[in-house]
């Protein structure tokens, strides 16, 4: 006897933005102020508080971190709830700006 093989779609692991575009709602309002609010002007803002060319590389960038004291407050997390948040909760991780392997 023979068995046939089920038709079934493999599944494909999405890279990049597009993964949020399919889980993320337009609804949410992390979604609603991104939308209407550009954080670019923080970083502008803030410029003259980095260097250049002394120390390490800015990787939490005033911009990211602004973001992050808005998810904080809507929420009411704590430093450390906020920290799970930015590494599990894939809302958090989209308007922060970090990739979806990214940690916190």
């Known amino acids: 006897m023979m068995f046939s093989i089920p038709n079934s779609r493999q599944t494909t692991f999405i890279h990049g933005p597009t993964v949020y575009e399919k889980l993320i709602s337009e609804n949410h309002i992390l979604y609603q102020i991104n939308k209407l609010i550009d954080f ?35 929420n009411d997390y704590s430093d450390k709830q906020m920290e799970q948040s930015a590494r599990y909760d894939i809302i958090t991780k989209w308007f922060l700006g970090l990739s979806i392997e990214d940690k916190s």
């Open 40 to 74: 670019s002007f923080v970083n502008i803002a803030c410029s003259d508080f980095y260097s250049l060319d002394k120390g390490r590389p800015v990787k939490n960038t005033p911009e990211m971190m602004i973001r992050s004291a808005i998810v904080q407050y809507l």
